[in-house]
Every structure is written in structure tokens, then in C-alpha cells.
């Protein structure tokens, strides 16, 4: 193992672009939730015919999936990401949009919307943009997730309610949705080395808000001690499983003249990038 200053450097200075663990090979682990969600995400993809992905980051998880319907379109709000994610799905539409809406898309264009791991949920946009009978099926961090390593770094921090299971079902049931399933789970999480922990806070930015290696070079080196001591620094992580359907409602006959389409709504621009050129914390 190196020095504390190397594994800091080295940990300080990791890419932050896309939504890939690997770089925590053998550095950090975290138990993987039961329900296993890449794999659920590829059977739902196979059996339609039009998907979004929600804050997509790098489009990894989607990416992974080897059958993909014909209308595939997918969100992020960092630039960085968006560009790693139209790498990854060439066959979609990736679209840099804020994470908290508005969707740039037409009412009821999609039978499914998927996210993991959202920032935030924007459960009437999903509701807006999923056709009747369509399904939101996501991923999320829990309450509390690695609380441990954030009153490590920080001291004593309150927890709120923004990330509890009860308040994804009624924010979802307020957009008009019915919730089909919610489970949660805690899951051990492991780092064995500062720079896994260095890097982790850089990447997953909610952690530790405002992390720098400067600023808490401190208490780096306390979890670099306290790693050499005990081999790891172990902490809880929670995820949730959410899924939840727009209602069906009966057929409304259009008025004589008008058609309707797939496609972006009206002003928004939608851009397709292409350019040339246990597990880790975070898998799916």
C-alpha cells in the first residue's frame, strides 16, 4: 500500500466523467441489493417499444442492456456525462436537461421511464411524459445511505426525510401514480485505502457536500490511520426499489384534423452527441 500522500494524489486525480465503478476494483466494495436491478432494467426494455432514461449519467446501466427499443431516449445535467452517455447509446437520443425538469418531450411518449440512482425525482414530469398504462421502475439512495462515512468526515449531521421510501410513494401517488412495488435495503459498504475514499467523496457529491482534498485533509489522514488499523472503514448504505404505473383512463377520439406524434416538444432542442474517439460502490 502506499503512503497516505500518494493514495490521496492518486484518489484526487481519478476522472470523474460516466457512472463507472470499476476503479474501485479491490479498493472498495458494496453488497449489491437482492432484487437485481440491470438485470430487471433489460427484460423491461426488451418488451417495449419506447423508453427514457432518467439522469442516465453515463448510460452504463442502459447500455449493458443487449435488447433496446426502437424509441430510446435518455436525460443528464452534467455535460461531461452527457457526452460519455452518447458514446455508450449511439442508438438513443441523449438529451442535457436539468434534473428537476421540464422533461423536453411530448406528453405520454413513453411506456417506461427508468433512473437509478436519481439526484431528484421529478415524479409529475414522469407521470406527464409516460403513456397510460406506462411504468416508472428506479433505483434510488436511501435515507441515511453511508452515514457513517459522512459524521466521519463532518461530525454529527441531521437526517431528513428527502430520500425516505414513504415519501417516493406519496410524491408518487400525488402525480396520479399507483405505486406497484417499494422495497428497500441496507447494504455494507467497505473501503480499503484513502484514495477509494478520496475518490468516492468526489464522485458521489451529496456524501460529503463541498469535499475537497484541502479541506478535509485532516480527517484524511485520521481514515487513512484508521484503515492501516482496522484493514477498512465500514459503513451503511440504503437503496430503494420503486416501480409505479400511470393509470389507464378511456380512449378520447381526436378532433377531426389534428395528429399527434412522437418526437421533442415544441422549443426544446434535442441533441444526439457523437464523438470520435463484491462489487464496486455504486454498480447496479
Keep these: 500500500m502506499g ?5 490521496v494524489a492518486e484518489g484526487d486525480a481519478v476522472p470523474l466523467e460516466g457512472w463507472d465503478f470499476s476503479w474501485f476494483d479491490g479498493r472498495a466494495t458494496e453488497e449489491r441489493p437482492p432484487w437485481g436491478y440491470a438485470s430487471q432494467i ?27 427499443p426502437p424509441l430510446l431516449a435518455a436525460t443528464e445535467s452534467w455535460p461531461p456525462n ?16 436539468a434534473d428537476e425538469g421540464p422533461l423536453p418531450f411530448h406528453d405520454e411518449m413513453f411506456e417506461l421511464v427508468i433512473s437509478r440512482h436519481p439526484v431528484v425525482t421529478p415524479w409529475a414530469e414522469i407521470a406527464r411524459v409516460l403513456k397510460p398504462g406506462g411504468t416508472c421502475f428506479s433505483q434510488q439512495i436511501g435515507e441515511g445511505t453511508n452515514r457513517g462515512l459522512t459524521e466521519f468526515m463532518m461530525g454529527p449531521q441531521p437526517v431528513g426525510d428527502a430520500r425516505a421510501t414513504e415519501r417516493a410513494r406519496a410524491e408518487a401517488e400525488a402525480a396520479g401514480l399507483e405505486v406497484l412495488q417499494l422495497e428497500s435495503v441496507a447494504l455494507r459498504v467497505a473501503f480499503f485505502d484513502v484514495g477509494a475514499v478520496v475518490h ?16 478535509y485533509r485532516d480527517r484524511l489522514l485520521d481514515m487513512h490511520e484508521h484503515i492501516q488499523e482496522h484493514g477498512e472503514f465500514a459503513c451503511t448504505s440504503t437503496r430503494f426499489l420503486i416501480e409505479a404505473r400511470k393509470p389507464w383512463r378511456p380512449t378520447v377520439r381526436s378532433p377531426v384534423g389534428t395528429k399527434a406524434g412522437p418526437g421533442c416538444a415544441a422549443g426544446a432542442r434535442i441533441r444526439t452527441h457523437r464523438t470520435s474517439g463484491a462489487d464496486a460502490p455504486g454498480g447496479p
Design 200 to 215: 468516492f467523496l468526489r464522485k458521489v457529491l451529496w456524501t460529503v457536500p463541498g469535499f475537497t482534498v484541502e479541506k
Design 82 to 97: 452527457a457526452r460519455v452517455a452518447a458514446r455508450n447509446l449511439p442508438e438513443a437520443f441523449v438529451v442535457q436537461a
Design 3 to 7: 503512503t497516505f500522500e500518494d493514495l
Design 42 to 68: 433489460a427484460s423491461r426494455l426488451a418488451a417495449v417499444s419506447s423508453a427514457l432514461d432518467l439522469q442516465t449519467g453515463g448510460g452504463e446501466v442502459t447500455a449493458s442492456a443487449p435488447v433496446k
